[in-house]
């Protein structure tokens, strides 16, 4: 099955320092979202972009919906220790498929 | 507040046995999904559903069956428990809206095949 290629696959950054992250597809994608998914639970939903181009932000998070459509990219600034954990981008393929394909994740470990 | 819950939240059975892994949602949403997550391969599609009766395969569905009988169930079958089929496993559920689908995720169920 497709996997979205996300990079980098894990991250060892100080408090305080800004994250980047992405997630790239061979295929165009109409729907991109970004998941966080901590110890021993299910990834929950961070932000969601639906148009090519579009930026939005939740919080100290912003993400970018590639204008390709191939692409989607996840920023998170000022990093604090609750940030810790795996971030997961998720793409729909086209409206009326509802099946969502996931990357690989980019598990995030902040260094005290 | 509507949710999404998984139960139990950790098994262990045996080889051989048919063990069902159940999933509720009281968002009232038309799709469900059971995906397992494994070490090295991230989030993998086992089955899914669009609506009361209707089931599909995933791209790992050998070895587990869905049923639909009802909006807010949709329960993951493993016909005869393997040790391959040792992993966690996460139930989503989704609703058909105009500008995309968005996802949210039970706690998990935590398998282990002996």
Known sequence: ?112 | DAEITQSPRHKITETGRQVTLACHQTWNHNNMFWYRQDLGHGLRLIHYSYGVHDTNKGEVSDGYSVSRSNTEDLPLTLESAASSQTSVYFCASSDTGGGGTEAFFGQGTRLTVV
Request: hydrophobic residues 35%.
């Open chain 1, 1 to 112: 099955g497709q996997q979205l290629n996300q990079s980098p696959q894990s991250m060892f950054i100080q408090e305080g320092e800004d994250v980047s992250m992405n997630c790239t597809s061979s295929s165009i994608f109409n729907t991109w979202l970004w998941y966080k998914q901590e110890p021993g639970e299910g990834p929950v939903l961070l932000i969601a972009l639906y148009k090519a181009g579009e930026l939005t932000s939740n919080g100290r998070l912003t993400a970018q919906f590639g204008i390709t459509r191939k692409d989607s990219f996840l920023n998170i600034s000022a990093s604090i220790p609750s940030d810790v954990g795996i971030y997961f981008c998720a793409g729909q393929p086209y409206f009326g498929n509802e099946k969502l394909t996931f990357g690989t994740g980019t598990r995030l470990t902040i260094i005290p």
